[in-house]
């Protein structure tokens, strides 16, 4: 069973913290990762995706990916109380699927 | 349209009633997903087209499930015979590209099973 793991939470940090969010998966075939953000009652959005080992920035996303270690990490910098929501880790399954964890709840108090 | 469109929003449904839910994906995606969101946690795959072609129906949770895309456009996943354990959110996610994980999904279709 091809699984995709994450810390249910809630991760709570103060406004203009860095808030760490993590993942581990289990297919080692998985060649690509992905995180999405999901506002309560919304459907998920894509934030982030990294395909090969190391850190990649975008603005104020950091996405780390670890393939030896079977880990994907996101750090959110100057964390804003509109980045509370949902992040759903996702791991590109070897038949075009897309397997994701069940989500990482995350609250930024101003 | 410009995004995914799902429909109907809302279903509620009497145990043992069939219900249809149907996905108009972005024009020209080529590949097309059905994922079930029990509340509070993440989507679950239930099954992948490129196309008209269905090439992984692994997580269809039973043979109750059926989805389609005839043409390749708009698809349909139906359920038979509902039971309350079918209650979810079934959202709906269209992909220009099979080899990346950038989809974008629809509003999603809640159904409740009574």
């Known amino acids: 069973q091809k699984e995709v793991e994450q810390n249910s939470g809630p991760l709570s940090v103060p406004e203009g913290a860095i808030a760490s969010l993590n993942c581990t998966y289990s297919?080692?075939?998985?060649?690509?990762f992905f995180w999405y953000r999901q506002y309560s009652g919304k459907s998920p959005e894509l934030i982030m995706s990294?395909?090969?080992?190391g850190d990649k920035e975008d603005g104020r996303f950091t996405a780390q990916l670890n393939k030896a270690s079977q880990y994907v990490s996101l750090l959110i910098r100057d964390s804003q109380p509109s980045d509370s929501a949902t992040y759903l880790c996702?791991?590109?399954?070897?038949?075009?699927?897309?397997?994701f964890g069940k989500g990482t709840k995350l609250s930024v108090k101003p | 349209g410009a995004g995914v469109s799902q429909s109907p929003r809302y279903k509620v449904a009497k145990r043992g009633q069939d219900v249809a839910l149907r996905c108009d994906p972005i024009?020209?995606?080529?590949?097309l997903f059905w994922y079930q969101q029990a509340l509070g946690q993440g989507p679950e795959f239930l099954t992948y087209?490129?196309?008209?072609?269905?090439?992984?129906k692994s997580g269809l949770p039973s043979d109750r499930f059926f989805a389609e895309r005839p043409e390749g456009s708009v698809s349909t996943l139906k359920i038979q015979r509902t039971q309350q354990e079918d209650s979810a959110v079934y959202l709906c996610?269209?992909?220009?590209?099979?080899?990346?994980?950038?989809?974008?999904f629809g509003e999603g279709s809640r159904l409740t099973v009574l």
């Open positions: 996610a269209s992909s220009a590209d099979r080899e990346t994980g950038e989809l974008f």
């Open positions: 297919d080692r075939g998985s060649q690509s």
């Open positions: 990294i395909y090969s080992n």
């Open positions: 996702a791991g590109g399954g070897s038949q075009g699927n897309l397997i």
């Open positions: 024009s020209g995606h080529v590949s």
């Open positions: 087209f490129q196309n008209e072609a269905q090439l992984d």
